[in-house]
């Protein structure tokens, strides 16, 4: 059976492509959606995405992953990142490896994205590459 990874995207990555494009860039969340489902298929994978702007459904979505047999979540936060005990909780309880993934280099932008709640407990974090960073991140959670 395939692996099957999760890639879950945080609040306003719906608007990757047309927001702040000079820290995010010009690639929209369908293309980098469509580029993870490609990817997926060369490594013979199975990828699920899903966004969402609500703390407590990226909750559920996590919780869910425990029981419907996803083995790895690649997961860019968004703004909960710098803010989510939930969002860290669920992880820990679920107990499913992740990777922690940003669009943009956080340790260069304001202080208060320096923190995260999440990547103590994440086999690994990406900063800084742009939408490549999800396709990193697919190729090493197809790998693991
Ligand atoms: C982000 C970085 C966060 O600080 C920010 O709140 C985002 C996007 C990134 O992909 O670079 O929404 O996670």
């Given at each position: 059976m395939a692996q099957r990874i999760l890639v879950l995207h945080g609040p306003n990555?719906?608007?990757?492509?047309?927001?702040e494009p000079q820290v995010?860039?010009?690639?929209?969340l369908a293309q980098v959606d469509e580029r993870l489902a490609e990817l997926a298929r060369t490594l013979g994978v199975a990828v699920e995405t899903g966004q969402s702007n609500h703390e407590g459904e990226l909750v559920d979505r996590i919780q869910r992953a425990g029981h419907d047999g996803v083995q790895f979540i690649i997961i860019n936060a968004g703004a909960y990142t710098h803010t989510s005990v939930a969002l860290r909780d669920a992880l820990a309880g679920v107990a499913i490896p992740y990777v922690e993934v940003h669009?943009?280099?956080?340790?260069?932008?304001?202080?208060?994205?320096?923190?995260?709640?999440l990547s103590d407990q994440a086999v690994g974090v990406i900063a800084?590459?742009?939408?490549?960073g999800y396709e990193a991140a697919l190729r090493f959670a197809a790998a693991y």
């Open positions: 990555l719906n608007l990757l492509g047309t927001r995010y860039g010009n690639v929209t669009v943009s280099n956080v340790y260069k932008r304001e202080p208060f994205r320096h923190h995260s709640y800084g590459l742009g939408p490549f």
